[in-house]
Each structure stands twice: as structure tokens, then as C-alpha cells.
């Protein structure tokens, strides 16, 4: 500790430099944070899917609709507690550019599923009160400005549901209370849709609760044993594996990410180890002085590492800080098919311990190089 | 300029170490620079590729995807009645009514289920896409439960090789041939016959229907004639065009992506040679005033230290790209959101990319350069020589 000190004062001895080295690890780190909150956006879905929930869909695909008489065969499976149902809807707000996933929900019983859509009992109640009623997430309603009372037109996007505009009123903002949920959809009533589709009464997939998550596999195959050999026949599976499908949709998002971070990690590796290397040739002098004077040399190896570290870790807090800042809806809102993306603590965290990683490796070799100067050569050299 | 360009060139390999560090920061950035872009390229050619300057594709008015679009099978003579339609040698129209439809299956990579698209076509489609070619095995016969699979599906799904029994849309179907298709999109589907696609996937009608044209420069009338018909509420578009639009949407979001990304890092890989250099400077002040002291100006040592900076982020950039370059051609995949099916793609690293990428590498030395030139063309002659 008592280091600390001479640590600062060497630091300070080129202002300029110490400023670029701690900023291009802000830089680095700032990326690595925010990279990091694009993968939990997308695995989000994944992280928030119960495992008492299982999803059953067409063999075929999920582009591929069951009848509605379904629901009550999975109910009847020994093992299922509740079944709801979701069609995709495919809808257009004014433009296609706008796209946001919009469902066909059974309401009561979806709600009853999915406690984390969380509403107000007075929302819930105008929703299911209300035929032509929709909830939306809070992203969503950021992202376009929807109120409660508001009135959305949605053009008909598959040719199943005819060919006139649907308008439906905004009863409730869902919130997602901290869990990682999607709160970019919009969710009304099944019947609604249903009534005006041209094949009556079909539901995209279906949702069941068991009681035993051990038993998913089991209640799984039962339910697709009810209906093999049919015309509809189904394929069931958990929710995270449901949910995983449609990360995989994307293609390697983990790889390209990864080599992504990678890339910036090693940059910054250059930049930091250069500088580090070029202020211990500019010191030699004085190092061989200081060994003169005494310090071992694992005294200084530890100054020059130690100086590092401290630029390194500088950096990284203000580069962390600057991702938790910037790097949320607020400021950078997606939309789409590209979920909400936000810097978290576990990203500060570990943007930070990066940054301390960057410090270590980079005023490694310098470090190295100063401890086993030799000082009678060191103090014949002129600088 | 010869004296101070080898001058500069000793300079650089005195401080050998320096000099790669910082090179290698700047290759780390156009190594990332060049690989995101190489997919956004290879997304793109491979959709480009699906389109044929000789061809329209007809949707229903409004619609922007096949699989929003919906054709009557009244509309089909109709529309290949027209003039303005190619024929075969025996007189027969080539036009081929589709369908397309996605369906889940493993991926051989991780046993993940994908979406696949699974094209319904006509009897000419394959004179039609004239990029096709059957490599292995033999095209579908008409009424037959056959299909064909593009080259790239079969490397990239389960159970999609030549012979294989295929179960899908209520019923098993055999994969009597594979083919490729110049990398196009096509590659990534499976094709069979329309009339045993759209009963066994439950459709009555078609999504949309190819025509080759007689010339591509008929496109306008036949676009007239299709929608001055009252009895066709559709729309023609060049099967370019048609393939073009829908790479947009992803194209788009990857290049903001890695522009993005490679703008910040790039900013931190400029800091790294503002460093570099300044260090540069600061060794060299005494040489620096010898040549001011010689009646080189101070235009000339900025502009020497500039291109110093410039030799050596380019000499880095080289480095990125050499980095990048064995990415070329290795296939991945991505759903296309229009139709929410995979495609299989390659990245793709074209020359004028590698351009992109050194130039702007060119642009990150210079950048890093302009300040600590600056600052060694201001240093006074007399303080500059008296230094150690």
C-alpha cells in the first residue's frame, strides 16, 4: 500500500498517455459490457421460461395450426394441471417496417399461466372485459408511444385472417417486474381473430402446466402419442427448448459475439501492453537508480504491474459506468425481432474483472523487463 | 521525399515492437471490420443470386413475402396466356406456380430443429431457374411423392441425403436427387411437386407464380398486362428486385451492427496509435530539428509523420485482412425473416471489401497521427537540437 503513491506518480508522469491507455480500456470495456447485454437480450426468452410450462406444436412446424378440440385432449393427459393456447397473428402497424410480435391469445387461462405478465387487477379485468381489448408490453409502448385507451389498427398480414383491418383498444401495459420477459408483444383476444379468420377454430400452439417438471419428457410424449397418426399430428417439448428455437433462429449469435469480444479483448491487450512497455523504456534511468538505491526487484516488478493494473482498472469503470448508462432501451430501443437490450450489474461486474484481467496480462511483460534490468547497463545507457 | 520516406521507414523498424503492437491493434479492428461485412455480402449475393434478371415473380397485390401471398388457381392460365411469357421448344409456357412452406428439422450441427423451406413447383421450374443444376440422382417425377434437395440443406439438415425417406406434411417422400444452385437461396430448400404439396400441406391454392420472359426488357408490358387484367388482383416484380428486398431487412441490421461495433473499437485502436506515435515524437526530437534545421518545413514533417502513422496502420490493415481471409466461403446460416425459414450462406469477401477495409485502416493512422505530427512540427529548432 505504501506503493500507492509512487504507483500514482508514474502514472501521472505522461498525462497524455496514461488518459489514451485508460480510455481505450474504457473503450474495450464499455464493447464487452454491451455485447454481453446482446446475448442475455436474446437468451432472455430462454432464461425466462418455467420449466413447469411445456409447448406443444405441429410435427410439421409451427407455421402449421391444430384444431382448438386439441386443448382439451392435452388437458385430459395424466400430469397436465392447465392449458392455454397463442396464434401468431402476424399483423401490420401502418408499415411493415414496424414489426412487433402480436398474439392470439386465450385470455383468462394464458394470464392464469403466465403470472410474470404482471397487470393492475383493474387492467386485467378492462382486457378480459373487452372483446377487441389488447395488453401490450411497457417496451412496446415506450417504443410507440401507446397509452391505455388507445386505439391500434393493425393490417391483416396472413391471408387466413381475410383481408379487413382489425382495430383493437389498448386495456392494459404489462410490466415485467424484473423477469426476463418479452415486453415487446401485444397480446388480444383468440376469438377475436377467430371469428374473422377463413378456417375456424385453430390454435398455433399450446401451452400446458405439469405438476412435476421431472415428469416433462413423460406428459410430453403422452400428449404427441394422443395425436400420432393424425392429420394434425403434434410435437412437444419444454418451454426452454421452445424458446432456445428461436435464438438458434439467428444462427450463431454465441460464436459471432464470442470472436467479436475476443477481437476487442486482444486490441486492447496491444494498446495497453504497448504503453505499458513504452513508459518502462522511457524509465530505465530511473529504475536503475531506484535498484541502486535498493528496491528489490520484485518491488519494482510490482510498481509497474501495479501501475497497469490501476490504468486498466480505471478504465473499466468508467467504460462499465458508460455501458450501464448508455445501453438500455431508453437511450438505444430495438424493436422487432431483436430484443430489449440492456446493460445489467452482472455486465458491470464482469466488464470490470475483464478490465482488471487486461491490466494484469498487459503490464506483464513490461513488469518482467524492469525486474531484470541489469542496472550497470541500464545506468550506461542514455535515454 | 525520398530521404524522408526511408527516414521514416528506419524509424519504424528501430521501434520494431512498438510498431507491430500498434499494427496489430489496428488488425484486430479490420479483421472484425471485414468479417461482419463478409456476412452482411454473402446474406445478401446468396438472396441476389436466387433472382434472374429474365424472370418475374407474380404475388398478390400488397403482399411483400410468398408466404403472405395467396394466387387463385384460376389466375394460372391467365397470367401464362400472356405474350410476354417464354415458351418451351413444344409450345408450353414457362411459368411455375409455387408454395412455399417451412418445416422443422434437425440441424446436424447441434439436433436443433430449423426451419426449412419446402418450395411446391411447377413441372418447367427447373427451366425457369436456369442456375439449377441436378448433381446427384435425377429431378422429381410429376405426381410422384419425389423431392429434390438443394446441396446446401442437405450439409446443413438431418436425413436429407440422396435416397432418404423424408416425412413431412402427413406423408413420406423420397429425395431422388440433389441440387445446386450457384450458392442462391434455392440451394437451401426442398422442391417437389406443387400438386402433391399444396393437398398434403392442407392448401388449396398457390402463393405465387415464376414466369421467365421472353427478353427481360418486356417486364413493363407484361407488368401492365397482369395488372390491367381486372379478373387478377396481382403484382409482378423482377425476381431481383423480389430477392433483393427481402436481404434488407438483415443486411441492414448486421452492417449498423458491425459498423457500430467496429467505430468503437476503432476509436481505441486510434488511442493505441496516437500513443505510438506521440512517443515517436517525443524520441526523435533531436532528429526532427536537425531536418527543420536542414530547410525541411513544417508542412513536410507533418505530413511525414502522418504518412508514417498511415505506413503503419496500413501495414496493420493488412495484417486484418490476411486475418479475415480464411473466413472466405466457410457456409453458415441465418433465418431469413421474410419467409422465417434458414438459409444457408457463405461469407463473403470481395476485393472491393478488402479495399474498404485498408482504407479505412489508412484512416485510423491518420487519424492517430494528425496530433502528434502536429506537435513535432511546432517543437522551436533551437530547444529541438539542444535536447538529448
Known amino acids: ?383 | 521525399m525520398g530521404l524522408i520516406a526511408s527516414y521514416n521507414l528506419r524509424s519504424m523498424v528501430v521501434r520494431k515492437w512498438t510498431a507491430a503492437m500498434t499494427a496489430g491493434g489496428i488488425a484486430m479492428v479490420v479483421a472484425v471490420f471485414v468479417m461482419t461485412l463478409a456476412i452482411a455480402q454473402g446474406f445478401r449475393s446468396t438472396l441476389v443470386a436466387s433472382g434472374s434478371p429474365q424472370n418475374a415473380i407474380v404475388l398478390r397485390k400488397g403482399a411483400n413475402a410468398e408466404s403472405l401471398s395467396g394466387v387463385a388457381r384460376a389466375d394460372v392460365p391467365l397470367i401464362e396466356s400472356l405474350p410476354q411469357v417464354a415458351r418451351t421448344a413444344d409450345g408450353r409456357p414457362l411459368a411455375s406456380p409455387e408454395l412455399v412452406v417451412a418445416i422443422a428439422l434437425p440441424r446436424l450441427t447441434d439436433n436443433q430443429p430449423a426451419n426449412v423451406q419446402v418450395r411446391g413447383v411447377g413441372s418447367r421450374a427447373f427451366e425457369i431457374r436456369d442456375t439449377l443444376k441436378v448433381v446427384e440422382g435425377r429431378r422429381f417425377t410429376p405426381g410422384s411423392r419425389e423431392i429434390n434437395v438443394g446441396r446446401l440443406a442437405v450439409n446443413r439438415f438431418k436425413g436429407l441425403t440422396l435416397g432418404s425417406d423424408v416425412k413431412f406434411g402427413s406423408t413420406t417422400w423420397k429425395v431422388v436427387g440433389i441440387f445446386t444452385a450457384d450458392d442462391a437461396s434455392f440451394e437451401s430448400e426442398i422442391w417437389g411437386d406443387i400438386d402433391l404439396m399444396a393437398p398434403a400441406f392442407q392448401r388449396g391454392g398457390y402463393q405465387s407464380i415464376t414466369v421467365k420472359l421472353v427478353d427481360p426488357t418486356t417486364f413493363d408490358s407484361f407488368k401492365a398486362a397482369v395488372e390491367g387484367d381486372p379478373r387478377l388482383y396481382l403484382q409482378p416484380q423482377r425476381e431481383r428486385d423480389y430477392y433483393f428486398a427481402q436481404s434488407v431487412a438483415m443486411t441492414t441490421l448486421i452492417r449498423v451492427f458491425g459498423s457500430f461495433v467496429t467505430l468503437i473499437l476503432a476509436i481505441g485502436a486510434v488511442f493505441g496509435a496516437m500513443n505510438t506515435m506521440y512517443a515517436a515524437v517525443a524520441y526523435r526530437t533531436r532528429e526532427i530539428g536537425t531536418l527543420r534545421a536542414l530547410g525541411f518545413s513544417r508542412s513536410r514533417i507533418v505530413t511525414a509523420f502522418i504518412a508514417e502513422s498511415t505506413m503503419l496502420a496500413i501495414a496493420g490493415g493488412v495484417i486484418g485482412c490476411a486475418l479475415a481471409l480464411p473466413v472466405h466461403g466457410l457456409s453458415t446460416g441465418t433465418t431469413n425473416f421474410s419467409s422465417f425459414s434458414e438459409v444457408a450462406f457463405k461469407f463473403r469477401i470481395t476485393p472491393l471489401l478488402l479495399v474498404e477495409g485498408l482504407a479505412f485502416a489508412a484512416l485510423m493512422g491518420a487519424a492517430g497521427g494528425l496530433l502528434p505530427a502536429l506537435r513535432a512540427a511546432r517543437i522551436p529548432v533551437a530547444r529541438a537540437l539542444r535536447e538529448i
Open chain 1, 1 to 383: 500500500m505504501k506503493f500507492l503513491g509512487l504507483v500514482l506518480k508514474s502514472a501521472r508522469r505522461s498525462k497524455r498517455r496514461t488518459a489514451l491507455t485508460v480510455l481505450s480500456v474504457a473503450i474495450a470495456v464499455f464493447l464487452f459490457a454491451s455485447l454481453r447485454a446482446v446475448l442475455d437480450g436474446f437468451n432472455a426468452g430462454v432464461e425466462g421460461s418455467s420449466s413447469t410450462r411445456i409447448v406443444t406444436q405441429r410435427s410439421t412446424s409451427l407455421f402449421f395450426e391444430m384444431p382448438i378440440s386439441h386443448g382439451e385432449a392435452i388437458k385430459s393427459t395424466a400430469g397436465v394441471q392447465d392449458v392455454t393456447w397463442a396464434n401468431w397473428f402476424g399483423g401490420v402497424y401502418k408499415d411493415p417496417q414496424n414489426f412487433f410480435a402480436q398474439y392470439a391469445i386465450e385470455p383468462e387461462s394464458y394470464l392464469r399461466m403466465y403470472p410474470e405478465l404482471l397487470l393492475s387487477p383493474d387492467e386485467k379485468r378492462a382486457f378480459l372485459e373487452d372483446r377487441t381489448g389488447c395488453i401490450v408490453g411497457d417496451g412496446l409502448a415506450r417504443n410507440y408511444g401507446f397509452k391505455i385507451g388507445d386505439k391500434i389498427t393493425l393490417q391483416v398480414g396472413i391471408p387466413n385472417y381475410g383481408t379487413r383491418d382489425f382495430d383493437f383498444t389498448v386495456r392494459g401495459i404489462y410490466k415485467s417486474g424484473g423477469a426476463p420477459v418479452d415486453n415487446q408483444s401485444m397480446f388480444f383476444h383468440w376469438k377475436y381473430a377467430d371469428e374473422r379468420s377463413t378456417q375456424k377454430g385453430l390454435a398455433g400452439w399450446y401451452i400446458a402446466v405439469i405438476a412435476n417438471p421431472d415428469q416433462a419428457a413423460q406428459v410430453a410424449a403422452a400428449i404427441d402419442r394422443k395425436f400420432a397418426n393424425s392429420p394434425f399430428e403434434t410435437k412437444t417439448d419444454t418451454e426452454r427448448a421452445f424458446q432456445s428455437s428461436f435464438v438458434g433462429m439467428f444462427g450463431n449469435i454465441n460464436l459471432l459475439l464470442g470472436s467479436i469480444a475476443l477481437a476487442v479483448v486482444i486490441t486492447t491487450l496491444f494498446v495497453a501492453g504497448n504503453t505499458m512497455a513504452m513508459s518502462v523504456r522511457e524509465r530505465t534511468m530511473e529504475i536503475a537508480v531506484m535498484r541502486t538505491l535498493g528496491f528489490q526487484s520484485a518491488t519494482i516488478f510490482l510498481l509497474i504491474a501495479g501501475e497497469g493494473l490501476l490504468m486498466a482498472l480505471g478504465g473499466g469503470i468508467v467504460g462499465a459506468l458508460l455501458a450501464w448508462l448508455l445501453v438500455n432501451p431508453r437511450v438505444f430501443p430495438t424493436g422487432g425481432f431483436i430484443p430489449e437490450i440492456s446493460v445489467n450489474t452482472t455486465n458491470v461486474a464482469i466488464g470490470i474483472g475483464l478490465s482488471a484481467v487486461i491490466g494484469i496480462v498487459a503490464g506483464l511483460i513490461p513488469a518482467t523487463m524492469a525486474s531484470r534490468l541489469k542496472i550497470v547497463d541500464a545506468l550506461r545507457r542514455v535515454a
